[in-house]
């Protein structure tokens, strides 16, 4: 099955910028989505198919995906980022869904 | 806008079946796949699998054996069963509608805000 690994934690101090990894065996030919889940709370997508953004996800918020490394950069990171962070693809050989682990951001 | 509400008990005997049902307004529940997704407490997200009106359904293998999912479209409503459940399967259960683009690849546009359930005697 395929494995998505993501660093557990990732501490950022407020205004500089956040770089949450997703690892995978050459996780640069799927399409890999983040959502970040804030305690309590549902997860929110958002970054989708590498690095496109929903509506109402503010320009902060940016991924990118080559070789077998994906990663989620949130510029100039607010307080309000602190959450944990998922990364998603979709396996199409067996047509299901793989998490990653998660990545809890802390705001210092 | 699309809003999705998971509803069920809350509380589950073990070897029973977990039943959870996800109403959404806003949308169709024919226009896309739909998905749930659980998260025990203090973990990471699980996919469970997905279901399309056309009865086009996958499920996870962990759970394949146990799983199944159904819809009335008459009542825009999607509908989870788990059986045998055990303690391990206590979680946050969440319904997710899948977009922007179309396809069971597409990601979880939309998520209602979870169903807890408790596994316990």
């Known amino acids: 099955s395929y494995v998505l690994t993501q660093p557990p934690s990732v501490s950022v101090a407020p205004l500089k910028t956040a770089r949450i990894t997703c690892g995978g065996n050459?996780?640069?030919?799927?399409?890999v989505h983040w959502y970040r889940q804030k305690t309590g709370q549902a997860p929110v997508l958002v970054v989708y198919?590498?690095?496109d953004r929903p509506l109402g996800i503010p320009e902060r918020f940016s991924g990118s995906n080559s070789g077998n490394m994906a990663t989620l950069t949130i510029s100039r990171v607010e307080v309000g980022d602190e959450a944990d962070y998922y990364c998603?693809?979709?396996?199409?050989?067996?047509?299901?869904?793989?998490f990653g682990g998660g990545t809890k951001l802390t705001v210092l | 806008q699309v809003q999705l509400q998971e509803s069920g008990p809350g509380l589950v005997k073990p070897s029973e079946t977990l039943s959870l049902m996800c109403s959404v307004s806003?949308?169709?529940?024919?226009?896309?796949?739909w998905s749930w997704i659980r998260q025990p407490p203090g973990k990471g997200l699980e996919w469970i699998g997905y279901?399309?009106?056309?009865?086009?359904?996958n499920y996870s293998p962990s759970l394949n054996s146990r799983v199944s999912m159904s819809m009335d479209t008459s009542k825009n409503q999607f509908t989870l069963n788990l059986k045998s459940v055990t303690a391990a399967d206590t979680a946050v259960y969440y319904c997710?509608?899948?977009?922007?683009?179309?396809?069971?690849?597409?990601?979880?546009?939309?998520w209602g805000p979870g169903g807890r359930v408790i596994v316990s005697s």
């Open positions: 198919d590498d690095s």
């Open positions: 050459h996780i640069e030919s799927m399409s």
């Open positions: 279901f399309h009106y056309t009865g086009s359904s």
């Open positions: 806003g949308d169709s529940i024919i226009s896309t796949y």
């Open positions: 997710v509608r899948h977009g922007p683009r179309p396809g069971s690849g597409s990601p979880g546009e939309r």
């Open positions: 998603q693809v979709w396996d199409s050989s067996r047509d299901l869904w793989v």
